[in-house]
């Protein structure tokens, strides 16, 4: 992949924490594809879901106590998504 040129993936924020960053260090790290499941809207029952295998680009955790306590994160999709409900 080239960064830069996301043409299907994941773009993502949130409120940083340190279990969060137990789960996302280790696969910006492995830099392989791994199974991904997103949930635009939650994970209640009937929410749409989407299943893919995915390359984790980039994490930027908060780098000091200064900064706003957020996360973001992209991933490039490896071929195709699917689309069900949770």
Not at 10 to 25: A, C, H, K, M
Not at 53 to 71: E, H, I, N, Q
Request: charged share 15%.
């Amino acid at each position: 992949f080239l960064t830069g040129l996301l043409e299907n993936g994941y773009r993502l924020s949130g409120v940083w924490d340190g279990t969060l960053d137990g789960v996302l260090f280790p696969l910006l790290t492995a830099g392989s594809a791994a199974p991904i499941r997103y949930g635009p809207a939650g994970t209640a029952s009937g929410k749409v879901r989407h299943d893919s295998t995915a390359v984790m680009l980039s994490y930027s955790p908060p780098s000091d106590a200064s900064d706003a306590v957020t996360w973001t994160a992209e991933y490039a999709v490896d071929g195709q998504v699917s689309r069900s409900t949770f």
